[in-house]
C-alpha cells in the first residue's frame, strides 16, 4: 500500500508543479487568447469583463514574475541590461491596468488603452520567451522548484479577491 501512496502523491505532485517556464508561457497564453477575444466586440458588459479578467490574470502574473521568478534569473543568468528592460516593461503594463481599473468602455481611449496594453504584453512575451526563459533554461536553475513556489503564491494572490478560477 505504501506504493500506491508513494505513486498516488507523485502523480498529484506533477501536474500540481508544472516548471516555472511551463506555468508563465500557459499564462501568456490565456491573456493573448482574452486580447483576441476583446479584438471586434462591442457590447461594453462583456469588454469591461473581459479587460477586467486581463488586468487580474497580468496583475498576478507580473507579481509573480517580480517576486519569484526573476530575481532567480536575474541571478542565474548575468543579464541586468535584459532583467531590466523586464522590470520597465512591468512597470509600463501597470500604469495602464491602473487607468483601465479607473475607465469603463466607452470612455476615452478605453479601448487604445487595451490595444496598447495588448501590444505591449506581447513585445514582453515575445522578449521573455524568445530570450530570457532560453538563458533560465540553460542556467542552473531548479526550474520544478521555482514552478511550485510560484504556483503556490499564485493560489494565495487568487484567493483573497476570489478571481483567478484556474488558480493552477
Known amino acids: ?8 502523491s507523485s502523480a498529484k505532485k506533477s501536474p500540481a508543479a508544472p516548471d516555472a517556464i511551463a506555468l508563465l508561457m500557459a499564462d501568456h497564453k490565456l ?25 487580474d490574470e497580468l496583475s498576478v502574473h507580473a507579481q509573480l514574475e517580480e517576486e519569484i521568478f526573476y530575481p532567480a534569473v536575474r541571478e542565474a543568468i548575468e543579464d541586468d541590461d535584459l532583467m531590466d528592460e ?11 491596468i491602473a487607468q483601465l481599473r479607473d475607465l469603463e468602455p466607452g470612455d476615452d481611449h478605453y479601448d487604445a488603452r487595451v490595444t ?5 504584453i506581447n513585445h514582453h ?41 484556474r488558480a493552477a
Open 31 to 55: 491573456v493573448k487568447s482574452l486580447f483576441k477575444k476583446f479584438e471586434g466586440m462591442d457590447d461594453g458588459k462583456e469588454k469591461a469583463a473581459i479587460v477586467n479578467t486581463i488586468c
Open 86 to 96: 523586464a522590470d520597465i516593461e512591468h512597470a509600463c503594463a501597470k500604469d495602464l
Open 116 to 120: 496598447v496594453l495588448g501590444e505591449q
Open 125 to 165: 512575451v515575445e522578449e521573455e520567451e524568445g530570450n530570457m526563459f532560453k538563458q533560465a533554461r540553460k542556467a542552473d536553475l531548479d526550474l520544478k522548484a521555482l514552478g511550485a513556489e510560484m504556483q503556490a503564491r499564485k493560489a494565495e494572490l487568487a484567493e483573497p479577491q476570489g478571481r483567478l478560477s
Open 1 to 8: 500500500m505504501a506504493a500506491k501512496s508513494t505513486s498516488a
